[in-house]
């Protein structure tokens, strides 16, 4: 039945599409050159605030076509130079003719990006959040990785997570689990954990899947950050900042629909719309629902209800004031996704097995019940305050409060031996523990107000990119967790009725014996501020330094037990270094960068006495290359990294007392190293054709720790070995132009998610997952279709647990612009 509603959508859809294109329309053409007279190869241009674009060829021609009649704004940009822009009126299907003649020379010239196609389409060559300020990508000596949403609508891809999967080095380790607080997606990147905490360079915390329907870019920011972004908000791998849509002054938007596998079902909107005659007033609002069944025992026991909505508002008075208030709603019903840990009084060898692929579990198999769900909510509000107070000087006002609210039920598994269970002496498994991790009324609230005053001015010769921010940012955490054990099952025996552990079942024994209960109820509140200048001692050479200090002040309150109040100062520094032997093509980069955790509990060390431990440090060292190439066709990025983290706690050994009583010795001289190298590729070798690709081998130990893991590689440091690529071509000329075909995929080496003495090495098995799509892309019309884990792959992820992941799904999609 959802097919035939499909094909009957579709076909009114084409119909529609064929008329649309039998209306009158017209061509913009033009010729674009240098100030030296030599033409403008490979410029994007393109009409202001709609999507029709073209890039120039080797004569420096362009041309816009299927331009209905109407007045409209030509228009071309350059990184960190002035744009240009013309207007022009389509009348009558007349042919027009619009030329520029651009300030710079032909060496000046770097790359023109603007509102239509790109050359290099996935390319993102520059950006105002990783460094504070606006740096192209040969300036910033940071790596990070940027992705677009030109490719997200290839391969159609509809949340964060999945967007994931085109930053080298990144491997997603958990799924959301819905909780307020940390619910969201948990990633890999360097050896560490990062989530998604930030949003547009501030707070912006989810506690469910991060639908897309709002994102204009995910940056990836690469090694610890604290200097820029604090502590809270980020980990010693890095962090993702989600970049979001804007208003923009004209009429336009589209509608989608979407559906395929697994009962999966989408629809979404984008419109945008000025509400003045000025055009100084715009509103946007994107927004989307999903829903998809659980690939195990589809439509019966799992599935997630997804709603996004994100209003914005842009209101620009004058030239020199821009005010943005923007929100994110969203909510979720969903069943959280089979989470298999192994038991924690148990030893790999007692299994008889020590690989996920070994286990005996059925890949497709739900081992619960229908009914427990849980309720998500997360509501994020947003205002932005820019005022150009002076040609150099610029001030921006940042306030964000984010909200999250989680009830219900979160169902988990142990694996456990059956000489664990006392079942026997041999080693094997043939039961699997069941039990609930539930929240009641669980709230998070997060507030940052954030002052940032920018300034680009010479200093004799020298040129000085300035940030200065003050930064306020609390956590108030009031969350409660309860639950237990609810059943043991046997796996693997004909008849087992896994329906068994269900909502009333769950219910049942809550009501027979009281739940353990474990409250999160801290308050914490960060004072910051930082200063960073990019100072340029020569037009190819220029260096970069940052300081921030923090004050740390932590309320106290509960955290599984009682948090006593205690306050911290931490201070953060950074600096890089970059030099382009030619210039706007090749930079040569390095870096020191810093973040912190702040700890404050008493210990005893091997003196008998009393230490009240400081905050943990990580610090990092890299070096690389980056190169911007054949008029931005080329964009690659290599380097290679080093971050040691100290001041980790660790026990040495237990005294006893006279009175029998027992003694821990701890020292806090423990370190972690995680080294390795990274690499990143955006290319355009033909016209039509475009490449994404990534390559990252991280190496990491546990030093001079805890003897359970000491010389040990974490299990929270994923796959040593991650790859990633995907490669499209789409038509650029003639009567199929807009048709294309893209082809891609990842790859991750075995990860060890246990890795102790006390417990043994178990693994997940390293796995290649495929993906394609194929698209057409009209003026007014997008059709889609694509195909993940095209091999039907089996493959887990994740760490100090196994998640099965989904098999082979095809989804297709319509869309309707306007």
């Known amino acids: 039945m959802l097919n035939l509603r499909l094909l009957g959508l579709t076909s009114t859809l084409v119909t529609c599409a064929l008329v649309a294109q039998a209306q009158q329309t017209a061509t913009i053409r033009g010729r674009i050159t240098t100030s030296d007279g030599n033409p403008a190869e490979a410029v994007t241009v393109g009409l202001k605030g709609r999507s029709q674009g073209a890039i120039t060829n080797s004569q420096g021609e362009y041309v816009i076509e299927r331009v209905r009649d109407g007045q409209y704004t030509v228009v071309i940009s350059a990184v960190g130079l002035k744009g240009e822009e013309k207007a022009v009126t389509v009348s009558g299907g007349q042919a027009t003719a619009v030329d520029f003649m651009l300030t710079e020379n032909t060496q000046q010239l770097k790359e023109v990006v603007i509102s239509g196609n790109r050359t290099n389409k996935f390319n993102r060559s520059a950006s105002v959040d990783v460094g504070k300020m606006p740096l192209s990508n040969l300036e910033n000596p940071q790596v990070y990785a940027t992705v677009g949403k030109e490719l997200l609508t290839e391969q159609l891809v509809f949340s964060v997570d999945d967007a994931t999967r085109n930053a080298p080095g990144v491997q997603k380790m958990w799924e959301p689990t819905g909780r307020s607080g940390d619910g969201g997606s948990f990633y890999a990147s360097r050896g560490f954990v990062v989530s998604s905490q930030l949003r ?18 995910l940056e990836v920011i690469k090694g610890p950050s604290a200097t820029l972004y604090g502590s809270a908000l980020t980990s010693y ?13 004209q009429f336009g938007g589209e509608a989608a629909v979407a559906a395929g596998s697994y009962g999966f079902h989408r629809a979404s909107v984008d419109v945008n719309t000025p509400l003045n005659a000025d055009k100084t007033l715009a509103f946007r609002l994107n927004g989307a629902y999903t829903y998809e069944d659980n690939f195990q025992n589809a439509g019966y026991t799992g599935f997630a209800k997804d709603v996004a909505i994100a209003p914005s508002l842009q209101f620009k008075p004058s030239d020199r004031l821009t005010i943005n208030l923007d929100a994110e709603v969203y909510r979720s019903t969903n069943v959280g996704k089979q989470l298999i840990y192994l038991y924690f009084l148990d030893k790999v060898d007692n299994f008889g097995f020590s690989r996920a692929d070994q286990a005996p579990l059925d890949y497709r198999q739900s081992y619960q019940g229908p009914g427990l769900t849980q309720d998500s909510r997360s509501t994020n509000l947003f205002g932005q305050v820019r005022y150009r107070i002076s040609p ?9 409060s984010s909200r999250s609210y989680s009830e219900g039920n979160g169902a988990y598994f142990y694996l456990a031996s059956d000489i664990a269970l006392g079942r026997g002496t041999t080693p094997g498994v043939s039961s699997l523990i069941r039990a609930d991790q539930s929240t009641q009324d669980s709230r998070r609230q997060t507030y940052q107000v954030q002052q940032l005053f920018n300034g680009d001015f010479q200093v004799g010769n020298l040129r000085n990119r300035v940030v200065f921010g003050l930064d306020f940012l609390r956590l108030d955490s009031d969350i409660e967790f309860f639950g237990g054990t609810i059943d043991t099952v046997q796996i693997n025996v004909p008849g087992t009725d896994y329906r068994s552990f269900n909502k009333g079942v769950v219910d049942a024994k809550y009501a027979a014996q009281a739940p353990g209960r474990y409250p999160v109820t801290t308050k914490v509140n ?5 200063v960073s200048d990019v100072l340029n001692l020569t037009d190819q050479l220029s260096v970069l330094a940052a300081l921030r200090v923090d004050r740390y002040d932590n309320k106290g309150g509960i955290l599984y037990s009682p948090v006593e109040a205690y306050q911290q100062t931490a201070v953060s520094p950074k600096f890089g270094l970059v030099y382009q032997p030619v210039k706007d093509r090749i930079a040569v980069f390095a870096n020191y960068q810093n973040s912190f955790n702040n700890q404050n509990s008493s210990y005893i060390n091997a003196e008998r006495q009393s230490f009240v431990t400081k905050p ?10 980056k190169l911007d190439a054949a008029a931005g066709r080329l964009s690659a990025t290599v380097s290679y990294y080093d971050i040691r983290v100290q001041n980790i706690l660790r026990p040495l050994y237990t005294v006893t007392n006279p009175d029998n009583t027992t003694l821990t010795i701890s020292a806090q001289d423990g370190t972690q190293w995680s080294r390795g190298t990274e690499l990143s590729l955006t290319a355009n070798p033909l016209p039509g054709l475009n490449v994404v690709g990534g390559f990252a081998y991280n190496y990491s130990k546990f030093v001079n720790t805890n003897e359970n893991v000491n010389g040990r590689r974490p299990n929270t440091a994923s796959s040593p070995y991650l790859a990633n690529a995907w490669v499209s071509y789409r038509q650029p000329e003639g009567p199929l132009k807009g048709l294309g075909l893209g082809f891609g995929g990842n790859y991750a080496s075995e990860n060890k998610i246990l890795n102790s003495v006390s417990q043994g090495v178990f693994t997940l098995p390293s796995y290649t997952v495929l993906n394609a799509s194929a698209f057409y892309d009209l003026p007014h019309y997008r059709f889609s279709v694509k195909a993940d884990n095209l091999a039907n792959e089996h493959y887990w992820i994740g760490y100090t647990t196994f998640n099965a992941q989904k098999l082979r799904s095809i989804i297709g999609s319509v869309a309707y612009k306007f």
Not at 526 to 530: C, G, H, I, L, N
């Open 200 to 217: 547009n360079g501030v707070a912006g915390g989810v506690t469910n899947t991060i639908d897309a329907a709002n994102l204009e870019k």
């Open 237 to 249: 791998g890095g962090l993702l900042n989600r970049v979001t849509k804007k208003p923009y002054e």
């Open 392 to 400: 150099s000087f610029t001030s921006t006002t940042y306030l964000s």
């Open 526 to 530: 960060t004072y910051s501020a930082f």
């Open 616 to 625: 943990e440090r990580a610090n990092q060292a890299e070096a690389g290359v």
